[in-house]
């Protein structure tokens, strides 16, 4: 038996619009339904700019540095948290654990949302979450209400790494993809950077709840930039495909794509993670330096991406991933000889720059070959990175406890060695999407 709703009767006052703005009903659609008792008005995309790829591109890459915001934010004002609310390592770790949650969740949901509803919405709805957190951090007391603020930076964050992917693979073709998302992945490093340097800068002067402050508005600019102008239209117009999204997470060259990404996600994560901890005590370092040596690892990876911008114009990008690989073994054996701050600087700047193609490239090849389901597609591959994230972190807790922290590096380059083999034994697949 066929479901009806009951009658609406809606009345429109008329609206006259001046001719300049006449783009603003073009994007209007409404929606007249068979049955006499109801009248569905829909309003999709209202946009005050014409479509411009440039403008869109900005848009991406400035969802791009939120997410580095979003990612690092919590690294950056943790200590002042736990002396401010008096934690113990336990309650420091709660916190911190609801991040990558949040990530995981966003990253979950993004793909199916951008795929049917398209960019607008996603972006807006992204940042707000992440700019609720950060104002949240920087507004309430309450631990309980922090750890809802957290959640929400995580959750908005992800959603925003994985729809500025999605997008700018959307606006590129085959040639400049690779390319063009090398370019995203440098505002990340600018987010990422960004962020500590300017609690370093003003911490003196103002307190972080301030800085916290500053940053929100910015981000509320960027919803309006966000309104402003005009997205790619969605790709699936009514319901979801579910049986296409089953059949793709099944596919061979989707499942090793996302599992290279495992094994990238993984290696890239316990260098953020664990690197401080292997270097305090091998060199004559304080705990600032310690960190600030790890700075030069996101260093490294912005750098390459800038030139990896134009590389990958004029290169194939099944050269690039192998060079970058052995760039990063290099520099890992350079670590593990690393002696002073100078000699673990530059290794760690040299790990950056040789694993700075994976997400770039495996996301380029993912954008080519599932192009009608770019967003479900890439959102699988990046759920897949984030729990090779969080396993290998967990792996090495035990590693690092049973064998030592020495073992670090090893472990770092047998990651890069699986994925060595893991694009050894699928060059075919590489080749056939080039």
Same mark, same amino acid.
């Given at each position: 038996m066929q479901d009806y709703m009951a009658p609406v009767t809606w009345h429109l006052h008329p609206l006259t619009i001046a001719s300049r703005w006449d783009k603003i009903s073009k994007a209007c659609f409404i929606y007249v339904m068979a049955n006499e008792h109801l009248t569905l008005v829909k309003i999709n995309n209202f946009n005050f700019v014409k479509y411009n790829k440039t403008y869109v591109y900005v848009a991406a890459c400035i969802g791009m540095a939120f997410f580095g915001i979003a990612f690092i934010v919590m690294g950056s004002v943790l200590p002042t948290l736990t002396a401010e609310y008096s934690l113990d390592e336990v309650g420091? +770790?709660? /916190?911190?654990?609801? /991040?990558?949650?949040?990530?995981?969740? $966003? +990253?979950? /949901? @993004?793909?199916?949302?951008?795929?049917? !509803? $398209?960019?607008? %919405? %996603?972006?807006?709805?992204?940042? %707000? !979450?992440? =700019?609720?957190? *950060?104002?949240?951090? +920087? !507004? @309430?007391?309450? =631990?309980?209400? =922090?750890? *809802?603020? *957290? !959640? =929400?930076?995580?959750?908005?964050?992800g959603m925003l790494n994985g729809s500025t992917n999605a997008l700018v693979s959307d606006i590129s073709n085959d040639k400049e993809r690779g390319s063009m998302l090398s370019i995203l992945g440098v505002c990340y490093g600018i987010g990422a950077l960004g962020m500590p340097l300017l609690l370093g800068m003003f911490s003196r002067t103002y307190s972080y709840q301030i800085i916290l402050q500053g940053t929100g508005l910015c981000m509320m600019a960027a919803v309006l930039y966000f309104i402003l102008i005009n997205f790619p239209e969605p790709k699936i117009r009514q319901g979801f495909p579910v049986k296409e999204a089953v059949k793709l997470i099944k596919e061979p060259l989707i499942l090793f794509l996302s599992f290279f990404l495992f094994f990238q996600s993984g290696a890239e994560g316990l260098i953020n993670n664990w690197t401080t901890s292997y270097l305090d005590g091998r060199v004559a370092l304080n705990g600032k330096d310690v960190v600030l040596s790890l700075t030069f690892f996101v260093s490294g990876m912005a750098v390459s991406r800038l030139f990896l911008g134009y590389l990958l114009r004029i290169i194939k990008n099944e050269y690039v991933l192998p060079g970058g690989i052995i760039t990063a073994i290099i520099g890992i054996i350079m670590l593990n000889y690393a002696c002073n701050l100078r000699l673990a600087s530059i290794s760690l700047f040299i790990t950056g720059f040789g694993l700075a193609a994976g997400f770039p490239v495996i996301i380029s090849y993912i954008g080519t070959s599932y192009k009608n389901m770019s967003g479900t597609a890439i959102g699988f591959a990046m759920v897949i990175a984030l729990i090779g994230n969080t396993l290998m972190n967990y792996a090495m807790g035990f590693i690092s406890k049973t064998f030592g922290i020495s073992s670090f590096t090893l472990v770092i380059i047998i990651l890069l060695l699986i994925q060595s083999i893991i694009l050894f034994t699928n060059s075919k697949k590489i080749k056939n999407i080039n």
């Open positions: 420091s +770790s709660s /916190l911190v654990s609801l /991040l990558p949650v949040g990530v995981l969740a $966003g +990253s979950l /949901l @993004f793909g199916v949302i951008v795929d049917r !509803f $398209g960019y607008k %919405l %996603l972006l807006i709805v992204s940042t %707000l !979450f992440t =700019l609720s957190g *950060i104002e949240g951090l +920087s !507004f @309430f007391e309450n =631990l309980n209400l =922090l750890r *809802i603020c *957290i !959640f =929400l930076i995580g959750l908005g964050g």
